[in-house]
């Protein structure tokens, strides 16, 4: 991620996954943590950050 835009568009696909009730994106580091009120699979998330064009690098 480059941009602001990037952020935007990761937070906003993260943010529609169900049970979704934050997204923060650190555009310095890449990092992204997600709050949720009820589980969230991996896959999920990495659709998510697919659809936004990006990948997830594993941690």
């Known amino acids: 991620m480059t941009c ?6 990761v ?3 993260l943010s529609a996954l169900p049970g979704v009730t934050d997204v923060q994106v650190d555009l310095a580091s890449g ?3 997600v709050a949720s009120d009820a589980p969230v699979s991996d896959e999920a998330v990495r659709a998510a950050v697919d659809e936004a064009g990006y990948e997830l690098a594993d941690a």
């Open 4 to 9: 602001s835009h990037c952020v935007q568009s």
């Open 11 to 13: 937070t906003q696909e």
């Open 31 to 33: 990092g992204v943590t």
